[in-house]
């Protein structure tokens, strides 16, 4: 398995625009994790799905952030609008429930607001 | 709230020396125990894990250590080698989310 996928890898955006950011969990995993990461604030949880749908978003910063996943292999994170606040490393990542509840990260895309 | 939190923001330890991380928890629910390593650049990746039924599990170099008397959660790396220099974190759960904490920089120096 190539592991969790996510693109872009870098994103550089102007204040304001909308910005989508996209994850391929891995095959069989029920579980689906998004994450931001900042040099203040570290690794923190946005959202979770379990089977599609979501879980708990009680870490999602605003209303301007929203996430979906219409089916098992795809999960997107939309903020609209931009803020240069905004700026940090979003990760995605996934597991299996019925086993170890390890959660396999992907690369994560750096996301720029100017 | 209840958090995780790390003692040591950096490490500096020579090639080949044992070097010990540790992690402080404070939810006292948490029955999950987990360690990453992040290389600049990457995504975390796994290292090793605990239930709160075991106090020690060990794996190819590293060894976690549970206290759950002190809320206490460490990782030794045995021979550290410069590829182990990375960021590491501890994260902490008592269900499917992680609760991680700040991180620890790990440097290997030759």
């Known amino acids: 398995d190539a592991g969790v996928i996510q693109s872009p890898r870098h994103e550089v955006t102007e204040m304001g625009q909308e910005v989508t950011l996209r994850c391929k969990p891995i095959?069989?995993?029920?579980?689906l994790f998004w994450y931001r990461q900042t040099m203040m604030r570290g690794l923190e949880l946005l959202i979770y799905?379990?089977?599609?749908?979501?879980?708990?978003d009680s870490g999602m910063p605003e209303d301007r952030f929203s996430a979906k996943m219409p089916n098992a292999s795809f999960s997107t994170l939309k903020i609209q609008p931009s803020e240069p606040r905004d700026s940090a490393v979003y990760f995605c990542?996934?597991?299996?429930?019925?086993?170890?509840?390890?959660?396999?990260f992907g690369a994560g895309t750096r996301l720029s607001v100017l | 709230g209840e958090s995780v939190g790390l003692h040591l923001p950096t490490l500096s330890v020579q090639e080949g020396d044992n070097s010990i991380i540790n992690c402080a928890y404070s939810?006292?629910?948490?029955?999950?125990f987990i360690w990453y390593k992040q290389e600049s650049g990457k995504g975390p990746q796994f290292i090793i894990d605990?239930?709160?039924?075991?106090d020690k599990r060990q794996g190819q170099r590293v060894t976690v250590l549970l206290n759950k008397t002190v809320k206490h959660l460490s990782l030794q790396i045995a021979a550290t080698q410069p590829g182990d220099s990375a960021v590491y974190f501890c994260?902490?759960?008592?269900?499917?989310?992680?609760?991680f904490g700040k991180g620890t920089s790990l440097l290997v120096t030759p």
């Open positions: 095959s069989g995993h029920d579980y």
């Open positions: 994260a902490e759960s008592s269900g499917y989310a992680l609760n």
């Open positions: 990542a996934s597991s299996f429930s019925a086993g170890e509840n390890i959660q396999y």
């Open positions: 605990i239930r709160s039924n075991m």
């Open positions: 939810n006292s629910a948490s029955d999950y």
């Open positions: 799905f379990n089977n599609n749908v979501p879980i708990d």
